[in-house]
């Protein structure tokens, strides 16, 4: 049987200063190079998915951060807007209570005369 290897395992391979017989089977030892250097693609693999999934994490919290503080700035206008609204409408019920109260000592002193 032939023995087949990715472009990767070869690059590897040959970087370790290693070459493997184009047939099977292999000796222990050339199993061994070969399960070592599938191990190093493996990690390689896996550490590459985990820096892309932390990006991915990463990009996801920055944008929920960027769209909370969007609208931390939307709700406090809000509640300057209402602050306002309050004050006056505040203002408003002082000048009617004060209207009132000055009536109705008005109508009190034509009462008594």
Known sequence: ???????EEKRLLA???VTLPGTLPLT???ERILKKVRRK???????QDSRRRKKEYLDGLESRA???SAQNQ????????????NG??????????????????????????
């Open 74 to 85: 939307e709700l406090r206008k809000k509640v300057q807007e209402l602050e306002n609204r």
């Open 28 to 30: 222990q030892t050339e």
């Open 88 to 113: 006056s409408l505040l203002r408003q019920l002082q000048a009617l209570i004060k209207q009132t109260s000055n009536k109705a000592a008005q109508t009190s002193t034509c009462v008594l005369v």
């Open 66 to 68: 960027a769209a909370c």
């Open 1 to 7: 049987r032939q023995l087949r290897l990715t472009e």
């Open 15 to 17: 970087q370790e200063g």
């Open 41 to 47: 693609i493996r990690n390689k693999q896996s550490a």
